[in-house]
């Protein structure tokens, strides 16, 4: 049974930078073709994919927001952790990590609601 | 950067078809799968490459994907099915979502 929590702060300031991790059980980081995604969505709006790790520590992001991520693994840990500096009010938005396989994002966390204000 | 339109809403009747359409430059040359988000929860993986669906999804859910649209069509639509629907592709970005459809169940 695979399954992903995510954890970190619930309120950030504006400039501060937003650490996430992801910590999960089900499967190993360290199987060929398995990756671990970041999306977020804020209040009311669509999903936006942020970053993605895979088994290789291959590292995608999206290309708005590259500049301020980071993604890392610890397999032995069985966590992903994500940085996002600068962070500002529209940074808003729950975020969620994902177990990815065969092109898709199959099991999702239950997500973390990240409010950014002073 | 690659984009993927989908409708703001679609509406149907109880036990009709719903269509969800997702257009992007050439979808039908790249894998799209599609998540069902209910309100206040995480989404869900209902169909993934293009037409495979995950164990435990219903039949009644399916998808196609061509030239440069791809459709998640549920036949015998219910009322649990209202839902927000996104469709997501891998690009060079590597991953894109649409903006969402809202799915009505009159």
């Known amino acids: 049974q695979i399954t992903l929590k995510e954890s970190g702060p619930t309120l950030v300031k504006p400039t501060q930078t937003l650490t996430l991790t992801c910590t999960f059980s089900g499967f190993s980081l360290s199987t060929s073709g398995v990756g671990v995604g970041w999306i977020r969505q804020p209040p009311g709006k669509a999903l936006e994919w942020l970053a993605l790790?895979?088994?290789?520590?291959?590292?995608r992001y999206s290309p708005s927001l590259k500049s301020r991520l980071t993604i890392t693994k610890d397999t032995s840990k069985n966590q992903v952790v994500l940085t996002m500096t600068n962070m500002d009010p529209v940074d808003t938005a729950t975020y969620y990590c994902a177990h990815c396989i065969a092109a898709a994002f199959d099991y999702w966390g239950q997500g973390t609601l990240v409010t950014v204000s002073s | 950067s690659y984009e993927l339109t989908q409708p703001p809403s679609v509406s149907v009747s109880p036990g009709q078809t719903a269509s969800i359409t997702c257009s992007g430059d050439?979808?039908?040359?790249?894998?799209a799968c599609w998540y069902q988000q209910k309100s206040g929860q995480s989404p869900v993986l209902v169909i993934y490459q293009d037409s495979k669906r995950p164990s435990g999804i219903p039949e009644r859910f399916s998808g196609s994907n061509s030239g440069n649209t791809a459709t998640l069509t549920i036949s015998g639509t219910q009322a649990m099915d209202e839902a927000d629907y996104y469709c997501?592709?891998?690009?060079?970005?590597?991953?894109?979502f649409g903006g969402g459809t809202k799915l009505t169940v009159l």
């Open positions: 997501q592709a891998w690009d060079s970005s590597p991953v894109v």
């Open positions: 050439k979808l039908g040359d790249k894998y």
């Open positions: 790790i895979y088994w290789d520590d291959d590292k």
